[in-house]
């Protein structure tokens, strides 16, 4: 069999749409386009129908019922409506909300909006593993805590958070418990009850379904109140305005059955393929460190640091494989990966660092092949490093007075 | 990003890969940049009694523009005079490389760090002028400026 180049090993970023939902997509586009909140036509009942089946779908994978779902436009719409939501609402109760420094951005920076207005926020430190340890939460909460936001898995280390122990704390307090599990649904087993999650973030992009839809677990019972942020028709319980998106609704919750159904066989699978691509990396090439805990961490997720070798750098050399990388120079800011910096990471190994994010299309085939460029290439930017030539030289590179710019 | 082909190319096939003996009295080095930044620069030059530079070398840490920056830096200043050398300003390196504006600080690293090369290579030629004219001082380490980064 011959590789197709390039090869996609970004999973975390997005996921390419499984074919058979792509085929039950299809056809919401044409033959069945009825407005779901039409009630006056058979176009509109079966739209609705197929709305309230996905909804089902997508309950199930989180141990949730249906008519706790709120379809939005996808994660980032999801954590807005969820932090802002819950502040406003509960404002009255209180201006504390906890999260940690290693969220994703949709998060930080809905929490960091709200300091602007008077919320007090605490960025909660993670332990080196990347993980957040419950007792930093339970020492963290006032009787002002009226939300605590912390993610089920991270996007750039994936590593997985305690996260029923941390319902528990929440829970002892009465604040309320939000959930980022964009990266983490569908890929580990995630109970909303088990966690007793009052507010959880998902995304359909994430896990073989299509791009721009998402959606919000919010709980019945008891019922969690939050106020909506976008008005309108009150479409979704008066929580989320907006005609539905049927098509990608209906994709989102084939994505999520396949998920759920195929979920213990694809974990196997991905952390094999996982454990073959770290071990023929590490077997080959020194001086690697591994970001984040091994033991609780997302099957298909390898966050690797190639000392003395930059990200950037790197990422040119693979430019057959898609990855991406905590270096500075992959964004505007110039600032190597917050999440890096926070689990303890210094900056020097922060900008050698590599994602790689295996997904339900990767292949052994694949993963050798990556394997082969990866160490090939680190061999010959290490060549070309002075950093390699100091340390071979036994030079230590922190006695040497750098010149920061 | 989108890299400019000249990147690519120096990326693919660096010229003047390597190191000199940094203790060799003709060769100057310049060090530049940081690890914590995500870019250090080494480039040295072997010059001649002449003050012509022989022959350059170069290793960086960094990404693909700052490689090729530095890779192009020791074409150009192959054959030249010092003072020539001491010429070459980063934006011929951004005009050459098409470098984006993001990555402009890659050029000026590799103009610092011919500087650099030439300054530790001055310094280390007043050194031994002075050992002549008194033979008795104390010697200097030679190459001590290759252990600090200058920028």
């Excluded at chain 1, 340890?133 to 009226?146: F, G, L, S, Y």
């Excluded at chain 2, 050398?85 to 390196?93: E, L, R, S, V």
């Excluded at chain 2, 030439?118 to 031994?128: E, L, P, S």
Aim: proline share 4%; charged share 25%.
């Amino acid at each position: 069999m011959t590789l197709k180049l390039p090869i996609y090993m970004d999973n975390h970023a997005t996921t390419p749409v499984d074919p058979r939902v792509v085929e039950a997509m299809l056809p919401y586009f044409t033959e069945i386009f009825g407005n779901a909140a039409s009630r006056s036509h058979s176009f509109g009942w079966t739209a609705e129908k197929a709305v309230e089946l996905a909804r089902d779908q997508v309950g199930a994978l989180i141990g949730a019922s249906g008519k706790e779902i709120v379809w939005t436009s996808g994660a980032t719409e999801s954590d807005n409506l969820a932090i802002k939501g819950a502040a406003e609402f509960h404002k009255d109760r209180g201006n504390h909300i906890i999260t940690a420094q290693t969220e994703h951005k949709a998060v930080l920076d809905t929490c960091k909006r709200l300091e602007k207005e008077g919320f007090d926020v605490t960025y909660l430190p993670v332990e080196h593993d990347g993980r957040v340890n419950p007792a930093t939460v339970r020492a963290a909460m006032t009787d002002k805590t009226i939300l605590v936001s912390i993610m089920l898995a991270n996007n750039e280390i994936g590593t997985v958070n305690p996260i029923e122990e941390i319902g528990a704390v929440v829970k002892e307090r009465g604040a309320i418990f939000h959930v980022d599990a964009v990266q983490g649904v569908g890929k580990i087993p995630f109970d909303v009850n088990a966690a007793r999650v009052d507010l959880a973030s998902l995304s359909a992009h994430k896990m073989y379904g299509p791009k721009g839809i998402g959606a919000l677990y919010v709980r019945r019972k008891p019922r969690v109140r939050i106020t909506a942020q976008i008005d309108g028709g009150g479409h979704e319980r008066g929580m989320r305005s907006g005609t539905l998106n049927v098509p990608s609704i209906v994709g989102f919750g084939k994505a999520a059955e396949l998920s759920r159904t195929e979920m213990a066989s694809e974990a196997k699978r991905l952390f094999a393929l996982r454990e073959r691509l770290r071990e023929g990396i590490q077997s080959r090439v020194t001086d690697t460190y591994i970001n984040g805990s091994m033991e609780h961490r997302l099957p298909g997720n390898l966050n690797i640091s190639f000392a003395y070798v930059e990200g950037e750098g790197m990422l040119m050399g693979l430019k057959d494989v898609a990855v991406s990388s905590g270096s500075a120079c992959t964004s505007a800011s110039l600032e190597p990966s917050y999440v890096l910096r926070a689990v303890g990471v210094e900056e020097e190994m922060a900008h050698t660092s590599i994602r790689f994010g295996l997904g339900r299309f990767n292949t052994e085939e694949e993963v050798d092949y990556v394997i082969d460029l990866v160490v090939g290439k680190v061999n010959k930017l290490r060549e070309i490093s002075p950093l390699y030539e100091m340390a071979q030289q036994g030079i230590d590179l922190k006695s040497i007075q750098w010149a920061a710019h | 990003m989108a890299y400019s082909d000249k990147v690519i190319e120096h990326y693919e096939n660096p010229r003047n890969v390597g190191s000199f003996d940094k203790d060799d009295p003709n060769v100057g080095t310049g060090l530049v940049g940081a690890p914590a930044c995500g870019d250090v620069m080494k480039l040295q030059l072997k010059i001649n009694d002449q003050g012509i530079i022989e022959d350059a070398k170069f290793k960086t840490f960094g990404c693909g523009s700052a490689i090729a920056s530095s890779s192009l830096a020791t074409e150009w200043v192959k054959g030249m005079s010092i003072d020539q050398a001491m010429g070459i300003k980063n934006t011929q390196i951004v005009e050459e490389l098409n470098l984006p504006p993001v990555k402009i600080h890659c050029s000026v690293l590799a103009e610092d760090a011919i500087k650099g090369a030439i300054a530790d290579y001055k310094a280390k030629r007043q050194n031994a002028a002075a050992q002549v004219a008194a033979p008795s001082a104390p010697q200097k380490a030679a190459g001590g400026a290759t252990q600090k980064a200058t920028t």
